[in-house]
């Protein structure tokens, strides 16, 4: 993949953040604004979290078809697959809510494909949150590498044959709607844990920087997408409890947020490092059209089919952000 800039060789990543159907259709916004500045195919990496996964995972299981960005389109404008897999947990003894949310993804979306399946396109990470040591817990595959999963402190094994529907399932499991992903021992042997659990990549961190700053992908372009749900000034917080609670895992959230994007200026600056670009859904800066951002950032995380409306809007939003950060800040990747 790569793509040549003053007759050098350059690796661009992307990532993907959580957000559910919105941030997915942001994301397609995305896509299809790179497809048509030549870029789409030429992406060397992908990190993607949540719903973030749910898209990238997708585009990765097709990588070089054009008429991926149809299907995907087609699927997020037609399915409601958190009320099937929540009401199908509930009603089936034999399997939990996350199994059926994973059996819906492979039904719909990756059709019995393993991590082995995506070695054609790029370098994916597919990321969730380990619940016993609190660290990024990755799925990997692609670019010409090994399957593998795991983190820095538990170590990694490889993956060849973990089907890719479960390991969305595992990075798109927001608490408390789904339980945890449980890793058997013989899936993912561990000394110091009888198994592993998986949350929600977004727990860690919506955005999943961290791949873009490993030296082993050696980025020369890092850009990070960001769907997830924008952080609003509160004119009358509550003091209600239960709400308080909320309230204080979404500045959680968007304290992460913020020390990612520090992150990103911080390493741009030293010698060799990746030059960075983000976009956030509630960005007016770029918009094409007036109250895009707003509405785009309106529209609530869930995975419920989108309407035309708001997938129009999505879509719109998101292309317009990504042209007009690869012109302002990478415009040599741009050409016309």
Not at 66 to 89: C, P
Not at 292 to 320: F, P, W
Request: aromatic share 8%; net charge neutral.
């Amino acid at each position: 993949m790569a793509i040549t800039v003053d007759q050098q060789t350059r690796r661009i990543g992307l990532a993907l953040s959580g957000g559910g159907f919105r941030a997915a259709a942001f994301h397609l916004g995305v896509f299809r604004k790179l497809h048509a500045l030549n870029l789409l195919w030429k992406i060397d990496l992908l990190t993607c979290v949540s719903g973030g996964s749910i898209a990238g995972a997708f585009l990765a299981s097709r990588w070089g078809q054009d008429n991926a960005l149809d299907q995907l389109e087609s699927y997020l404008r037609t399915s409601s697959i958190a009320v099937s897999s929540v009401l199908g947990g509930m009603l089936d003894p034999l399997h939990s809510r996350l199994d059926k949310l994973a059996s819906t993804y492979d039904r719909d979306l990756f059709n019995g494909g393993t991590l082995d399946t995506l070695k054609n396109g790029p370098r994916i990470y597919l990321n969730a949150t380990n619940l016993a040591t609190g660290n990024m817990f990755f799925f990997v595959a692609g670019g010409g590498g090994l399957s593998e999963m795991g983190e820095w402190e538990m170590g990694t094994v490889t993956a060849s044959h973990f089907p890719i529907s479960r390991a969305v399932a595992a990075s798109s499991a927001f608490p408390p709607v789904f339980p945890p992903l449980r890793l058997a021992p013989d899936e993912y042997p561990q000394r110091d844990a009888d198994f592993v659990c998986l949350t929600d990549g977004g727990v860690y961190d919506n955005l999943g920087v961290n791949p873009l700053m490993r030296k082993r992908n050696a980025l020369d372009y890092v850009i990070v997408s960001d769907g997830g749900k924008p952080f609003a000034m509160d004119r009358s917080p509550t003091e209600l409890g239960s709400v308080v609670l909320v309230h204080a895992i979404d500045i959680l959230m968007e304290q992460v947020r913020g020390l990612q994007f520090k992150r990103l200026e911080l390493n741009s600056a030293k010698p060799g490092g990746a030059k960075p670009a983000w976009l956030s859904i509630d960005s007016v800066e770029g918009q094409v059209r007036d109250g895009d951002a707003a509405y785009a950032a309106s529209i609530s995380t869930n995975l419920t089919r989108l309407s035309v409306a708001e997938m129009d809007v999505l879509k719109r939003h998101g292309g317009a952000l990504i042209e007009h950060r690869l012109r302002t800040y990478m415009p040599e990747l741009v050409q016309g």
